[in-house]
């Protein structure tokens, strides 16, 4: 029975494999993802004073608190001892902190407060009202985060009776809903980084007539101020608007201060800190290392008990010279809880902060008596959940120091940080069988692709019974593991018993339909490898030494780290024996391409990895080019003339025919200079009027409309009318009637019809496809970034040049070794009966130009270098879905171009056959799964080392975030993909057979 009958089209055979190997990826990354990204139990116990027996909290020291949180405010912000040189944007403008803690030092406390990673904002709430840990993978909840359960400071608030009067960042209300009083409740929208005022505006206009009026019922104010850390984000620290701002909350903090009464603490501090950069979310230590005051008109130290008991640690800020008080940002929340009267809640695991309970020796002791049979009470709690297994290897160690925290004030203090100190290791928690069986799925799928890979590359001719015979065996293969999976889980093995229904489902389709596969194409595969010319496996060999390389150096974590360094090397030697082998091409114009061109695809690579972002593991040694300024004069000049650039490329084939001048000089031009236009008009805004208020200046409020049309605009109009230009456009080709030079007698007036563009035909036609998508992604991408685009599209096009012209030696080889001339003559590269020259250099190259692209606009593998200001290119405010979309087409759009480009290297200079067959398709099933297979042994490697070295003290920092990057990579690489075959080689193959009749 012939194929045709169940598969409507070629094309969705080929959709249907890749669906196929997507589906593999997804059910690996899964399993692996639970196993090793796991979040934390949390308890929903309550804190409840029993009727007889130890107290479980102290008389209220005040009665009421104003709680101040400046987002991101980091401690050398304020302190009265800055890293040297001192900046003069940040360093000694919110001086009254430290003002006040040296004028009155029993009044006021000033500390460096560590807060725990993510330090994104909604972890920093939770942490700062529960006393609790987040986990990693709690980051992803920052955006849309739920309500919080567990016991918290806001909880016991609320069961005391007390007012919560919220003013600010609306994260709280997400944490929140019903907590907070209702005629004293104001959220602003927090995540609008282009609005610097509006929030902080808000948060004034209501904080002091509550302050100021006496007969107001509040009992606790939470004023949540966002300006500095959206300054932050939008402008970096080293700029003069932030002194502005700080400028501001530092009147704002004296007004509060002449506000108080002496039966009112005041607590100021930062959620976070922010990087050089101004960004957050990670572990580096500027962004952990946040601020801490705590000030009372009444006092709150009588003695220096605190300090000679020894126990309060010290440390000194980076580049700073005088040590300052460290304390644990969620020792806030024991502190507070003692010194308002309250329960301390149930899930904390912070310390008090001793000098605020110096007022007697009684006092301290009573305080860290409460705070000790909170953790322990805790503890045993947790030991007795579904998760106390954690605590098993640790529990004897803790008994024993909660049995010598009775002792003395040192003990109960060590026995708090212990158990602190155990938890934050204990919730780097695995699901070890869930990863490895996660893990199986990712790597079975390498030999899987290979085997496929090569079958394909055998079978040119019928690559469509390949393509039958996966999708079949694989589907067969499938259902029979999911049922055989779930099966398993009926009969309830007790050593996959932490592995759900879904779970073994899911795993034994996976790992049942990769197996069967294997075994159906092992013949193909061996032919194939077997029929390899010396010369082209040669070729693979070193793409194959790289791709192992690159896969191995995850086990490192300097080589993990500088990855973006190495890429460019890897890419650069895959060029080095084209260089080589162009002095021995068979003719002298296939020489100079090959150097030439070869020549502009290393010279490109190199000058791409110059821009980049650093990540902290990388200073001193590297240095940030990509927030430079000095590219905005030529970015308006570069998306003007890259089409000129595209057309020349073009021109070598006559492929710049057509619909190609009006695509390439009028529409996609406009598009270019109009998301130019737009950081253009994003810098101008900033430079003119960054500091004045939201609503006060009439010339930013003009900007940023105009930006933000523009934006619109061009989106729009690429996004639709692009797709729309090229679907229903003509090929790139120009017929012609010409007349010969010379007439001859027979035919004195012969004409013919000539076929300009004809050998590109395919080619040139997906490659506009291509250039829309690059169009948005120009758009969505800072001016640094725009160039790195540019110079990637370029190396792709040279790049292009080279694959064509080895082709080209190949073929002049191939027909030079015929036995008679008439055999050469026949030779035709393009029929399927000719097998292509087939090495894995093209699917390795096209890997490592999309990482160095990635890289090269100013991502790494960390949470703090996501480019978030990008969610507003459009929008003024935060608008979902568009936000969350528009900053994952920046991170991973760079990606996703360079994938699609893949059919390209199929296509480039392959002319169509009238009424015949060329195998475009196949050659372009071969090039994906190549892509694929290189995508998913580094996926591999960085998995297997984020699972061996999951104990490793750089776990969190640098193998999970890169683990992080390479399963997501993977994911849209496979839709890349998808689309490149399912919507572009199929429009472009639909064109080419109305026009010529040739079928893929």
């Given at each position: 029975m012939?194929?045709q ?5 070629k094309?969705?055979?080929a959709?249907l494999?890749?669906?196929w190997?997507l ?10 993802t639970r196993?090793?990204?796991?979040t ?8 409840t004073?029993p ?12 009665q009421?608190a ?18 040297s ?6 360093h000694?403008?919110?001086t009254l902190p ?6 009155h030092?029993?009044?006021s406390?000033l ?10 904002t909604?972890?920093r ?8 840990l987040p ?6 909840s920052n955006f ?5 359960s567990e ?12 007012n919560?009067?919220l003013?600010?960042?609306d ?7 019903t907590?907070?009083y ?5 959220p602003f ?11 902080d ?10 302050l100021?009026?006496k ?12 300006g500095?850390?959206?300054?932050g ?9 932030m ?9 704002v903090?004296?007004?509060v ?14 959620d976070?800190g ?7 979310g990670?572990d580096?230590?500027l962004e ?6 705590i000030y009372?008109k009444?006092?709150l130290?009588?003695a220096?008990i605190?300090?000679a ?6 440390t ?7 040590p ?12 507070l ?11 904390n ?6 000098e ?10 009573e ?5 000790t049979e ?9 030991r ?20 010598d925290?009775?002792g ?12 602190l100190?155990?938890?934050r ?6 699901n070890?069988?869930r990863?490895v ?8 799928s ?5 085997i ?20 079949i065996?694989?589907?067969a ?21 932490s ?12 790992i ?24 082209s ?7 194959a030494l ?9 086990t ?16 650069i030697?895959?060029l080095?024996?084209v260089?080589f082998?162009a002095?021995?091409?068979p ?10 061109f070869a020549?502009?695809?290393?010279v490109c690579?190199?000058a ?6 650093c ?11 990509f ?5 905005l ?14 057309r ?10 057509g619909?190609?001048?009006f ?5 996609w ?6 998301g130019?236009?737009?950081w ?6 900033g430079?003119m ?9 009439v010339?930013?409020?003009g900007l ?19 797709y729309?230009?090229?679907w ?7 017929l012609?009637m010409e ?8 035919a004195?007036e ?6 300009l ?5 395919y ?7 291509v ?11 800072p ?7 540019a110079?990637a599209?370029?190396?792709i ?6 694959v064509?012209s ?13 036995a008679?001339?008439?055999?050469a003559?026949?030779?035709?590269l393009?029929?399927?009966?000719q ?5 894995f250099s ?10 160095l692209?990635?890289f ?7 949470i703090?270098?996501?480019q ?11 608008t979902?879905?568009?936000?969350p979309?528009?900053v ?6 760079p ?16 002319s ?6 060329v ?6 099933m ?9 995508w998913?042994t ?11 070295l ?6 969190w920092k640098?193998f ?15 839709v890349?993909?998808?689309v ?11 064109k ?9």
């Amino acid at each position: 029975m012939p194929w045709q009958t169940w598969l409507p089209t070629k094309h969705a055979l080929a959709a249907l494999v890749l669906s196929w190997v997507l589906f593999v990826h997804s059910a690996g990354l899964f399993l692996f993802t639970r196993g090793f990204l796991l979040t934390r139990l949390s308890l929903e116990d309550l804190s409840t004073c029993p009727a007889s027996g130890s107290p479980c909290t102290l008389p209220p020291q005040h009665q009421k608190a104003v709680i101040l949180i400046i987002d991101a405010l980091r401690f050398d912000f304020i302190s009265p001892h800055p890293p040297s040189p001192p900046s003069p944007n940040f360093h000694h403008v919110l001086t009254l902190p430290a003002e006040l803690t040296a004028a009155h030092p029993d009044r006021s406390f000033l500390f460096q407060a560590f807060a725990d990673p993510p330090t994104t904002t909604l972890q920093r709430i939770k942490g700062i009202t529960t006393g609790s840990l987040p986990t990693f993978i709690d980051m992803g909840s920052n955006f849309g985060g739920t309500q919080i359960s567990e016991d918290s400071l806001i909880t016991q608030l609320r069961r005391a009776g007390k007012n919560i009067a919220l003013l600010g960042d609306d994260t709280w209300m997400g944490a929140y809903p019903t907590s907070f009083y209702p005629n004293a409740t104001h959220p602003f929208d927090s995540f609008n980084v282009e609005d610097l005022h509006t929030v902080d505006e808000g948060v004034i206009r209501y904080l002091f007539p509550l302050l100021e009026n006496k007969s107001e019922p509040w009992d606790v104010i939470i004023g949540h101020f966002l300006g500095v850390d959206h300054v932050g984000h939008r402008f970096m620290p080293e700029h003069p608007v932030m002194k502005s701002k700080l400028m501001q909350m530092n009147r704002v903090l004296k007004r509060v201060v002449d506000s108080l009464d002496d039966d009112t603490l005041l607590v100021l501090l930062g959620d976070h800190g922010m990087d050089a950069r101004g960004d957050h979310g990670g572990d580096a230590y500027l962004e952990t290392a946040s601020a801490l005051w705590i000030y009372s008109k009444r006092g709150l130290s009588r003695a220096p008990i605190a300090s000679a008991l020894g126990v309060t640690p010290f440390t000194v800020f980076q580049g700073a010279a005088v040590p300052a008080r460290l304390v644990q940002q969620i020792d806030l929340v024991p502190t507070l809880s003692l010194l308002l009267g309250l329960p301390i809640p149930f899930n904390n695991l912070g310390s008090v902060i001793p000098e605020l309970f110096s007022t007697g020796q009684d006092t301290l002791s009573e305080a860290l008596r409460i705070n000790t049979e909170q953790v322990w009470n805790y503890l045993r709690a947790y030991r007795s959940s579904a998760s106390g297994g954690e605590l098993d290897s640790v529990w004897d160690a803790l008994s024993i120091s909660a049995k010598d925290a009775q002792g003395s004030v040192r003990a109960q203090v060590a026995f708090m940080r212990q158990a602190l100190e155990t938890c934050r290791e204990m919730w780097a928690q695995f699901n070890v069988v869930r990863m490895v069986v996660g893990l199986s799925v990712l790597a079975l799928s390498i030999p899987t692709l290979c085997i496929v890979y090569l079958a394909l590359g055998e079978e040119r001719g019928r690559w469509e019974d390949v393509g039958k015979s996966v999708i079949i065996k694989g589907t067969a293969g499938a259902l029979t593991g999911g049922m055989a999976g779930f099966g398993l889980h009926v009969f309830s093995l007790e050593y996959l018993e932490s592995l759900s229904g879904a779970d073994l489902a899911i795993s034994g389709a996976a790992i049942v339909s990769e197996l069967v596969v294997i075994l159906s194409h092992i013949s193909p595969a061996r032919s194939a490898i077997s029929s390899l010319s010396s010369q082209s496996l040669t070729r693979s060999l070193l793409p194959a030494l790289i791709l192992i390389l690159h896969a191995l150096a995850f086990t490192s974590n300097s080589f993990t780290i500088w990855e973006d360094r190495i890429v460019p090397y890897f890419f650069i030697t895959l060029l080095t024996p084209v260089l080589f082998s162009a002095f021995s091409a068979p003719t002298a114009h296939l020489r100079r391409r090959l150097l030439y061109f070869a020549g502009l695809a290393g010279v490109c690579a190199r000058a791409m990895s110059v821009n980049t972002v650093c990540r902290e593991e990388q200073q001193p040694q590297c240095h940030v080019t990509f927030f430079s300024t000095s590219v905005l004069p030529f970015i308006a000049p570069l998306a003007y003339f890259i089409p000129v650039a595209v057309r020349r490329f073009l021109a070598i084939s006559k492929s710049d025919k057509g619909i190609a001048p009006f695509f390439l000089n009028a529409f996609w031009r406009t598009m270019l200079v109009g998301g130019a236009a737009y950081w253009l008009v994003e810098w101008t805004e900033g430079a003119m009027g960054a500091d004045a208020p939201s609503q006060g200046n009439v010339w930013v409020w003009g900007l940023r409309l105009l930006r933000t049309g523009v934006a619109r605009v061009i989106l729009g109009s690429t996004l639709v009318g692009g797709y729309v230009l090229w679907w229903n456009a003509p090929l790139c080709v120009e017929l012609r009637m010409e007349t010969p030079d010379k007439p001859t007698k027979d035919a004195p007036e012969a004409k013919k019809i000539v076929v300009l563009g004809f050998a590109n035909t395919y080619g040139s036609s997906y490659l506009l496809f291509v250039l829309v998508f690059f169009a948005l992604l120009f758009t969505v991408t800072p001016p640094t970034g725009q160039v790195a685009l540019a110079t990637a599209l370029v190396t792709i096009l040279a790049y292009l040049e080279v694959v064509d012209s080895q082709r080209d030696v190949a073929a002049l080889e191939q027909s030079f070794s015929m036995a008679s001339p008439s055999e050469a003559l026949d030779l035709n590269l393009e029929s399927e009966s000719q097998p292509r020259s087939m090495t894995f250099s093209e699917p390795a190259a096209i890997a490592l130009l999309s990482i160095l692209t990635f890289f090269s606009t100013g991502h790494q593998a960390t949470i703090s270098s996501i480019q978030w200001k990008t969610a507003f290119v459009g929008f003024s405010t935060l608008t979902y879905p568009f936000a969350p979309v528009l900053v994952a087409m920046n991170t991973f759009g760079p990606l996703f171009f360079v994938t699609l480009a893949v059919p390209l290297f199929a296509m480039w200079n392959v002319s169509p056959i009238p009424k015949g067959r060329v195998s475009v398709l196949a050659d372009t099933m071969t090039l994906a799964l190549g892509t694929m297979l290189y995508w998913t042994t580094i996926g591999v490697g960085s998995a297997g080392s984020a699972a061996l070295l999951r104990r490793h003290l750089m776990v969190w920092k640098i193998f999970a975030p890169r683990f992080m990057l390479g399963g997501v990579a993977l994911v849209v690489v496979d839709v890349a993909l998808l689309v490149a075959v399912g919507v572009g080689s199929l429009r472009v193959s639909a064109k080419v057979k109305k026009m010529f009749g040739t079928e893929v």
